[in-house]
């Protein structure tokens, strides 16, 4: 019959300034009775198993153990345990277009969980209307809940274009960009558009967003004007 040797240990690496944290024995040859000295804790002393505390403050804290079992008492096993603060999670909010992707990129602690039930530090979302998204992070025992939301901008109407003579004009009133040949015109951001030289225009329409539309294309062959 051997004398218990005593040993813990913890579901989590650290502990959480004012959260419950649990030190589980797991000292050998069936121990009955437990001396637990948790320095900076609260309790500071214990004589259950697995004794459940609380710490205040962030730090280094030395915790020990002595273990008895019928054939007598172990030597003091001692380690220490980090408390920490819960972490600041960071996650920035967005504006997209519909049918528009996006990335949320969470930081600020060592894994998540979201509301959608990913895991990943990173979610892409493609929302149909404006989502709130939650996210938890953990650092050991810590945890805190930050949110994202992604606003779905509206896309402009399909926009169409008339022309008379070598004149184009666009549906739209305003935002408006024509192309030629599928080539951005520099500073043709009118209504109308006056052409000058054959080939295919197009217009393409933004919203405040940044969300856009495009009309269908119009194949110009220059009117003489006399």
Not at 99 to 115: D, F, I, M, R
Not at 148 to 158: C, L
Not at 167 to 187: D, K
Request: overall charge neutral; aromatic content about 8%; charged content about 5%.
């Amino acid at each position: 019959n051997s004398v218990t040797m005593a040993n813990f240990c913890t579901a989590f690496s650290s502990a959480c300034v004012n959260t419950p944290f649990v030190f589980t024995d797991q000292s050998s040859s069936t121990p009955t009775a437990w001396s637990w000295t948790l320095t900076g804790a609260s309790p500071s002393t214990s004589t259950v198993k697995n004794p459940s505390v609380t710490y205040t403050a962030a730090g280094v804290y030395t915790v020990s153990l002595v273990s008895t079992n019928v054939n007598g008492s172990s030597s003091v096993f001692t380690s220490t345990i980090n408390v920490t603060t819960p972490p600041t999670i960071t996650v920035p909010s967005y504006t997209v277009c519909q049918v528009q992707s996006k990335a949320l990129a969470a930081s600020g602690a060592s894994t998540y969980s979201w509301s959608t039930g990913s895991t990943n530090a990173v979610l892409i979302v493609s929302p149909t209307s404006t989502t709130v998204y939650t996210v938890t992070g953990f650092s050991g025992a810590c945890s805190s809940v930050a949110t994202a939301t992604i606003s779905v901008g509206s896309t402009p109407a399909t926009p169409t274009v008339t022309q008379s003579g070598n004149v184009l004009m666009s549906s739209s009133a305003s935002n408006n960009q024509w192309y030629f040949n599928n080539t951005i015109i520099p500073g043709a951001t009118s209504q109308s558009y006056t052409v000058t030289q054959d080939g295919d225009y197009k217009v393409v329409v933004s919203s405040q967003y940044g969300c856009l539309n495009t009309s269908g294309i119009t194949n110009v062959v220059l009117t003489d004007i006399e």
